[in-house]
């Protein structure tokens, strides 16, 4: 997991942040917010699929994460994408509030902080973020568990 995050180190057209930068920024945000555990290291791998899969790459991220955090978290990233679009599909002329057919979802309100808070504002060249090697002891302790669900 640490070799694909090290893989985003490189620009998002447009952006002032690099995709690893981005992760780390979101996994910041959300430790310093006191997010749980499996939730912080959902933040950090939320665009682990960006680089091979950009039409749903949350999707990706989600099935990687599946085996080893609660249901709501998986929920969570899978549909992050689609949340996000609020912040910037209205500038293409395409409907923004997609997120609002999962409207009385047990998840809805988390997705949507997930992405207002952490994922939308972590493209800050500024911010202070941590770094990869202060992550690594829980995603190790999150990928060390036994899983959920067995497929």
Known sequence: MIRVLKGLDYSLGGYKVSRLEHSLQTATRALRDNAS?????AALLHDIGDKIAPL????????VLKPFVSEKT???????GLFQVYHYNH???KERNLRN???GHDFYTDAINFVDK???AS???NYDTMKLKEFIPLV?????RDPYRVF
Request: a negative charge; proline letters at 3%.
């Open 123 to 125: 493209f800050d060249p």
């Open 118 to 120: 952490w994922d939308q």
């Open 74 to 80: 998986r929920w969570i990233v899978e549909k992050h």
């Open 101 to 103: 057919n999962y409207k």
């Open 56 to 63: 749903n790459h949350s999707e990706l991220a989600a099935s």
């Open 37 to 41: 555990e499996e939730m912080i290291v």
């Open 91 to 93: 500038y293409y002329g």
């Open 140 to 144: 190790g302790k999150i990928f060390s």
